[in-house]
Every structure is written in structure tokens, then in C-alpha cells.
């Protein structure tokens, strides 16, 4: 079994909104693990180690992250599909209520990266307006009771095809 997962906190520096250097520390929330079977290598999500001794994740089965009591703290859903069609990949899900539960213990907060780049649908394709595409970029983060995003990037402009 091999895994990649980073294990101690990265020291990262940008700018703020007023262009003045910034840094905090951030740490991957999920990492990867691949095993060897009989039948070809598999590959799983997980939480990050951090994540799983915050959060009591003692074992693995069946794609379920359960405490010593057996209780499911997190699970896999994996979504297949052509990828023009729909969406495929693994998706790490976590209860909202032990993730939330963490962040308040240890002090920390949580936010991700957002980035939607949409060209037009064929339901939008009509041949008496210009079509457009949208690159919209943002960051979320968890706050008080709710998401919080703000938007760094949000780029409308026609499509290169018409």
C-alpha cells in the first residue's frame, strides 16, 4: 500500500485584498492511498491524518471512516460516467456536525478553492445572441454558521467559437 498525504502544516504566503504580503499556515484536508489486489490496483480518498485523529477515525471499511464505537464519521461516493456526460471521480464526504465539532475544539477553520469555468449549454445556445463562457474563481470558508466566499476572479466574456 502506498499513500500520499501531507502530514505537517505549509507555511503560505499571498497577498492580501490591499496587495500586502500575507501568510498563514493551511494543511490538506483529504489524501490519497493506492493498494495492489488480485483484481488491479484500487485507489481511495481519505481524511488527512490530522483530520482522522481529530476526529476519532480508528478504521476502514467498505469505504466508511468509523470511530471506535463503529459510528461512521466519513464515507467515499464514487460517481462513473463519460466524462462529457457527467461527472466521475471519488468524493470524500464528512458529517457536517463532527467536522464542525473539530474546527471549534482545535481552533481552526476550514475553506477551499472555487473555480467554475462554464462554456455555454446547448439549452443556451441560441443563434440570435452571442454566446458566452464564465471563468469565476473564489475561496469559501467556513464561518460562524454558514459559508462564507469571496470571489478573487469572475470573468465573462463571448465564446471563441462564435
Not at 489486489?37 to 481519505?46: L, Q
Request: proline share 4%; hydrophobic share 40%.
Amino acid at each position: 500500500m502506498a499513500h500520499k498525504c501531507v502530514g505537517d502544516l505549509i507555511n503560505y504566503s499571498t497577498l492580501d485584498i490591499a496587495g500586502k504580503p500575507v501568510k498563514f499556515d493551511i494543511q490538506a484536508a483529504t489524501c490519497q492511498f493506492y493498494w495492489e489486489a488480485p483484481s488491479g490496483e484500487t485507489e481511495e480518498w481519505m481524511p488527512a491524518k490530522r483530520l482522522r485523529e481529530t476526529l476519532g477515525i480508528v478504521d476502514f471499511k467498505a469505504g466508511q471512516f468509523l470511530s471506535a464505537s463503529g459510528e461512521v464519521i466519513a464515507f467515499t461516493l464514487n460517481r462513473s460516467g463519460e466524462r462529457w456526460q457527467s461527472p466521475r471521480g471519488t468524493v470524500l464526504l464528512a458529517r457536517r456536525d463532527a467536522i464542525l465539532e473539530m474546527l471549534e475544539q482545535e481552533k481552526l477553520s476550514m475553506g477551499w478553492g472555487v473555480w467554475i469555468f462554464r462554456e455555454p449549454a446547448a439549452p443556451l445556445n441560441v443563434a440570435s445572441r452571442k454566446r458566452m463562457f464564465r471563468d469565476w474563481r473564489a475561496v469559501a470558508f467556513w464561518q460562524d454558521d454558514g459559508l462564507k466566499t469571496v470571489t478573487y476572479q469572475d470573468v465573462i466574456e463571448p465564446w471563441n467559437k462564435d
